[in-house]
């Protein structure tokens, strides 16, 4: 079983708000990403690091930013929410070595700004 | 940029029957990986693939990487009801640009007729 966890499940906010959403995981790896996914919709890639202190946009622009200053932990923030920021982010984070490259998501967060 | 299409896009099937979902991709992959996410939920990955040719099977799942290395399929038999859910695959191809980055199917959404 994945050791990966987010926080919190579900989050209502005001437009204007700030937001950080948590992930942390438990097994140590060193790649960790944030997925930003509308409901039955694909996957979508906004941010991702590769260790600490390296982050990266991913292929959607998204206008949320990250840090990566602890191996286990890679917060999302959003400066100031907007109705279009409503939906779910999943977290995940995989372990090179090896050559594998699986990874392991989180439960999510549902994210609606009203 | 690596496109990977996943089809049927929506499968509606009795309890029972089996089930066939496939994906391609524009160039050449060296991981294929099958998860299924249930609502609400990040997706759970059921069967990793690395090697052309390889056929891996976890429990009534069945998914193999082709010969190609531009497709795998993935077979469910003998479906239950807690088969429900989307099915997404994701792959990673070769190249600077693609380390450690999946590529990722806009997902099967498998409905059991009533």
């Known amino acids: 079983e994945a050791d990966i966890y987010q926080t919190p499940r579900y989050l209502v906010i005001g437009t204007g708000k700030k937001i950080t959403l948590e992930c942390s995981q438990t097994m140590g790896h060193d790649k960790m990403y944030w997925y930003q996914q509308d409901p039955g919709m694909e996957l979508h890639l906004i941010h991702y690091s590769y260790g600490v202190n390296s982050t990266e946009k991913g292929d959607l622009s998204s206008e949320s930013t990250v840090s990566r200053i602890r191996t286990e932990h890679f917060p999302l923030t959003l400066e100031s929410a907007r109705p279009s920021h409503t939906s779910q982010y999943l977290c995940?984070?995989?372990?090179?070595?090896?050559?594998?490259?699986?990874?392991?998501f989180g439960q999510g967060t549902r994210l609606t700004v009203v | 940029g690596q496109q990977l299409n996943q089809s049927p896009q929506s499968m509606f099937i009795q309890e029972g029957e089996d089930v066939s979902m496939n994906c391609t991709s524009s160039?050449?992959?060296?991981?294929w990986l099958w998860y299924k996410q249930d609502p609400g939920e990040g997706p759970v990955l059921l069967i990793a693939?690395?090697?052309a040719g390889e056929l891996t099977s976890n429990g009534r799942l069945t998914a193999q990487f082709g010969i190609t290395r531009k497709d795998s399929f993935l077979n469910i038999s003998a479906s239950i009801p807690s088969d429900v859910g989307i099915y997404f695959c994701a792959g990673q191809g070769f190249g600077t640009d693609s380390n450690y980055q999946l590529i990722w199917g806009a997902g099967t959404k498998l409905i059991i007729k009533p």
């Open positions: 693939l690395y090697k």
């Open positions: 160039s050449i992959f060296n991981t």
């Open positions: 995940a984070s995989s372990d090179s070595e090896g050559g594998r490259t699986e990874a392991f």
